[in-house]
């Protein structure tokens, strides 16, 4: 099979950056051909705000370009992760001119929100889930806190909502969880076309022994995660040692904070032999969101390591940590963290069972090969529905 990956990465590396990384390695090693059209957000930079909102709606080099790369290619399908801002949804339009499949991965809520977090201000935000047009972005400066960058942004999603580019000129959507398909669907997007295929580790990994004797937290340092809540937390489990792995704009509050927090240490931003090496030998994984979380690749790490994890009881964490791989408890609420740590830490017997099943659930639902069967099942899926299109 003959795939086209597509990308547009972000000014910061993140998650998706990995995923499509991860997914163009998995094709090519079995045997695929796979080229990338890739972009960045750099490519932004020093335009006049009119020209970039325009090119964010439709941006006519890459529906030339990109029909021209697909006229000499010919590929079975197109496969899309991001596209925001500097592509736009003109490669769609491309794609059916050569009348061939496109699937998209929505690896965050952009479609439905144009912020793409469904978060605001500190607390969970869905105005605009369900609106044709999402003014209340606009009105909140959601997107760069501007209201001149969050128009733009409106403007891209209502414009393409009345061209039913995403009812139309998508084959698939690939979801992370059933909860973001449900937001998803719920913002208005076809519930038919959108398959759940969750995120992979491409490495296999020796599981860990625990041995250790601290809990971790691995992530960006910033207020969606939750790390108030931490540190409330451990203000409480003085006798546990926790060490913070990451990098982000908390932290040099959290420098200050944990100045009174001796069992606290923070190691800054990590290699990735770092962070796995750390996570094998941590006793468990502390993930307190406060935020809808995609489908972080810090989990998928941990339970690959058979690492335990105790995670807010909120959103797509409530699929990817279920009962077997460790404990939740209320987003925000430090009192409840501090009673599940404290309940993990009580039974070393439970603790070893929940490291076995952890690892277990990984090798059912997360490795490579199974991703890889159900990401082939979905190109074929796609390329079948276009099919019956030419037909």
């Known amino acids: 099979m003959r795939v086209v990956q597509v990308h547009n990465f972000y000014q910061q590396p993140g998650g998706e950056d990995q995923v499509f990384r991860a997914e163009c390695r998995l094709l090519r090693e079995r045997g695929h051909e796979v080229e990338t059209y890739i972009v960045h957000n750099d490519q932004m930079r020093g335009k006049a705000a009119i020209k970039a909102a325009v090119e964010t709606t439709w941006n006519q ?204 240490s923070l190691a800054g931003h990590c290699s990735a032999e770092q962070v796995r090496e750390t996570m094998r030998s941590a006793k468990f994984l502390v993930m307190p969101s406060e935020w809808y979380e995609g489908f972080p690749m810090t989990a998928v790490e941990a339970m690959a390591a058979g690492t335990p994890m105790i995670a807010s009881d909120l959103g797509s964490l409530q699929e990817v940590i279920v009962e077997d791989t460790g404990l939740r408890f209320r987003p925000g609420d430090a009192a409840d963290l501090t009673r599940q740590v404290r309940k993990l830490l009580a039974n070393p017997e439970e603790l070893t069972l929940l490291r076995q099943r952890t690892r277990r659930h990984y090798e059912l639902n997360f490795t490579a090969e199974r991703n890889y069967r159900q990401l082939i099942a979905i190109y074929e899926g796609a390329a079948a529905i276009q099919t019956k299109v030419r037909i």
Request: hydrophobic letters at 40%; one cysteine or more.
């Open 61 to 264: 080099r890459t529906y030339r370009n990109f029909r021209a790369l697909l006229q000499k290619l010919r590929p079975d399908v197109i496969h899309c992760h991001n596209i925001f801002p500097v592509l736009s949804p003109s490669l769609y339009y491309a794609a059916e001119a050569e009348r061939m499949p496109v699937v998209q991965t929505l690896h965050n809520y952009r479609l439905i929100c144009p912020k793409a977090t469904l978060y605001r201000r500190g607390r969970i935000c869905e105005e605009c889930v369900g609106h044709m047009v999402p003014y209340p972005a606009v009105l909140h400066a959601c997107y760069r806190s501007s209201r001149t960058a969050s128009l733009a942004v409106t403007s891209m999603l209502t414009a393409h909502r009345l061209l039913q580019t995403w009812t139309r000129k998508v084959d698939t959507f690939i979801a992370l969880t059933e909860f973001a398909r449900s937001k998803l669907v719920a913002g208005g997007l076809p519930a038919g076309k959108i398959t759940v295929k969750p995120n992979f580790l491409p490495d296999d990994v020796e599981p860990g022994r625990g041995e250790g004797d601290f809990a971790v937290y691995v992530g960006r340092l910033s207020k969606e995660k939750g790390l108030h809540t931490l540190l409330r937390a451990w203000k409480n489990i003085p006798d546990y040692p926790l060490r913070i792995l990451g990098d982000g704009p908390l932290r040099t509050e959290l420098h200050e904070a944990v100045r009174e927090l001796p069992n606290v």
